[in-house]
C-alpha cells in the first residue's frame, strides 16, 4: 500500500505563504489523481485542489487564484503553494488519490493568524 506523508505546515499570518508537499513513501508517486484536502475542527473534509495524471488542475472555490497545485514525478511529489492566506484557511491539510484512496495519513496543520 501506497503511503503518502504530507509536510510543510505551519503558523502564518494573513496575507502569507506556505508550500505543502507530498511525497510517496515505499513506492513511486502512482500516475492518478492527487488531491489537496483540508478539515477543520466540526468541519466535513473538503478537497481544494486536484491534480490529474496529465497534469491538468481543478480547485476549489475558496482557494481559486491563491493556490497552485503542481507535482514533480521525479521526487514522487505533489505541491500546494499557497498565497494569500486567509484565516478560514486554517485547517490540517491531507493528500490523496482522488480515485479509490489510500489510508489518510496525519495531515499537516496550517495556522493563519489575523
Known amino acids: 500500500q501506497v503511503q503518502l506523508v504530507e509536510s510543510g505546515g505551519g503558523s502564518v499570518q494573513a496575507g502569507g505563504s506556505l508550500r505543502l508537499s507530498c511525497t510517496a513513501s515505499g513506492s513511486t508517486l502512482p500516475i492518478r489523481g492527487i488531491g489537496w484536502y483540508r478539515q477543520a475542527p466540526g468541519n466535513q473534509r473538503e478537497r481544494v485542489a486536484i491534480?490529474?495524471?496529465?497534469?491538468?488542475?481543478n480547485y476549489a472555490d475558496s482557494v481559486k487564484g491563491r493556490f497552485t497545485i503542481s507535482r514533480d514525478n521525479a521526487k514522487n511529489t505533489v505541491y500546494l503553494q499557497m498565497n494569500s492566506l486567509k484565516p478560514e484557511d486554517t485547517a490540517v491539510y491531507y493528500c490523496?488519490?482522488?480515485?479509490?484512496?489510500?489510508?489518510w495519513g496525519q495531515g499537516t496543520q496550517v495556522t493563519v493568524s489575523s
Open positions: 491534480i490529474n495524471s496529465g497534469g491538468t488542475t
Open positions: 490523496n488519490a482522488v480515485i479509490r484512496p489510500y489510508d
